[in-house]
């Protein structure tokens, strides 16, 4: 089989975020199929873009073969992000022959995000006889009508109400990475019966890297020696990981909680200038995803802190929390989301978010634990992420969804 995903965001390993079209890919291609990601060369979530000269040019990553659109660069979300965005839209439209003589798919995935390359997956189902297939990241225009306070009547959103309608009236199946999706999509057109669920995952095959580097070792070796616990956040700074509630936390804690903030965004800034003068926090800059666990393997206790919106009424699929579990950490998930992962898995404790009290007094619950309480914990979440959230497990079901 011939599988043409569509996402602007795609990523790797060896490029950064976006990894799920990658993981997608090995697992299909070790299935014999055919696979082709088709993606923008700029996305402000790599930490490398590709380095192309001209449009649909072909490149690999540990066998997987992308093609790449040129497209402007951007910082934030403005007016660029925006061109960004239609430039790779257009391109693909005016060139869907290129694409086709590049594959020609029996199978089209629409996965960037937001829900515009539906009308390019679309025509080139028509053209090839291929199905189409609408993967479901967050849902647009929704995210940033609720999460931007944007207006219904935004020339912007207005486009992306269309285009999510047409997505769902058209796409032969649609997947949702959020559980609780099913009565928004029915609201906006979806046949329910097309409707499938298949959350982010983990991918275990992959050599994890030991060494993380002396610079954060003798920051974690000095911390041990002082007795300190490692309350550890690794992932995105932006907006909605809420993690001012985590500096406030720290501010109102015992000074035995180190907290520990790794990665890197937007927030990054704002959140070193929040912290000033606190000796109980510390930020670090990401590590290589090969070197994830190696750098969990040092926390206490893994946090992951949401804001409070009513888009997560639909549910949430965090990559951070699987890599949290597959460490084998007892872990803090502060949402109100309807999917809380800790108490699904027994790993951890949900608690209320933008709640800095609820945050430490979870800690404190936890740390009064019995050790074995604790490692029981660890060993919970790992053994629900392997069975339920490994990539080899995701591309089965995904394409038994597409062959049903």
């Not at 001209?54 to 660029?80: M, Q, R």
């Not at 404190?364 to 634990?369: A, G, K, P, V, Y």
Request: proline share 5%.
């Amino acid at each position: 089989m011939k599988i043409l995903i569509i996402n602007h965001y795609a990523g790797s390993p060896g490029l950064g975020m976006a990894y799920r079209p990658y993981y997608l890919a090995k697992e299909w291609m070790k299935n014999g199929h055919e696979v082709v990601i088709l993606g923008a060369d700029f996305s402000h979530l790599r930490k490398k873009n590709s380095d192309i000269k001209t449009d649909f040019e072909i490149t690999y990553e540990n066998n997987v073969k992308y093609c790449w659109v040129k497209t402007p660069s951007y910082k934030g979300n403005g007016v660029k992000r925006t061109i960004n965005m239609f430039t790779f839209i257009l391109k693909l439209r005016f060139n869907i022959n290129k694409i086709l003589k590049i594959i020609a798919p029996d199978v089209v995935i629409a996965s960037s995000t937001y829900p515009l390359d539906n009308y390019i997956a679309h025509r080139i189902s028509k053209k090839t006889g291929a199905k189409h297939i609408f993967e479901v990241h967050d849902l647009w225009p929704l995210s940033p009508m609720e999460l931007g306070n944007m207006s219904k009547y935004h020339p912007f959103i207005v486009i992306m109400q269309a285009a999510e309608n047409f997505a769902y009236k058209n796409a032969d199946k649609v997947v949702s990475m959020l559980p609780a999706t099913k009565e928004h999509m029915k609201e906006h057109g979806l046949d329910l019966r097309k409707w499938f669920h298949i959350p982010n995952g983990i991918v275990t095959s992959e050599k994890n890297d030991k060494d993380i580097g002396k610079g954060y070792k003798k920051i974690f070796d000095k911390l041990r020696k002082e007795n300190k616990k490692i309350i550890m956040y690794a992932g995105g700074h932006a907006l909605s990981n809420s993690l001012n509630t985590v500096v406030d936390a720290a501010k109102i804690s015992d000074n035995k909680f180190a907290f520990v903030f790794v990665g890197s965004g937007n927030e990054k800034e704002k959140l070193i200038k929040q912290a000033e003068g606190l000796k109980n926090v510390f930020f670090l800059e990401p590590v290589p995803k090969n070197q994830i666990q190696t750098l969990l393997s040092y926390a206490d206790i893994l946090i992951i802190v949401w804001n409070k919106s009513p888009l997560y009424r639909f549910g949430i699929s965090p990559n951070k929390i699987f890599d949290y579990m597959l460490a084998g950490k007892p872990i803090i998930h502060a949402t109100d989301a309807p999917n809380k992962f800790t108490d699904e898995a027994k790993c951890g404790i949900s608690t209320e978010p933008e709640n800095p009290g609820a945050l430490v007094d979870a800690i404190s619950r936890l740390l009064d634990m019995p050790e074995k309480d604790l490692k029981q914990m660890g060993e919970n979440g790992k053994d629900y992420v392997l069975k339920n959230h490994d990539y080899k497990v995701l591309a089965e079901n995904f394409l038994k969804i597409i062959e049903k």
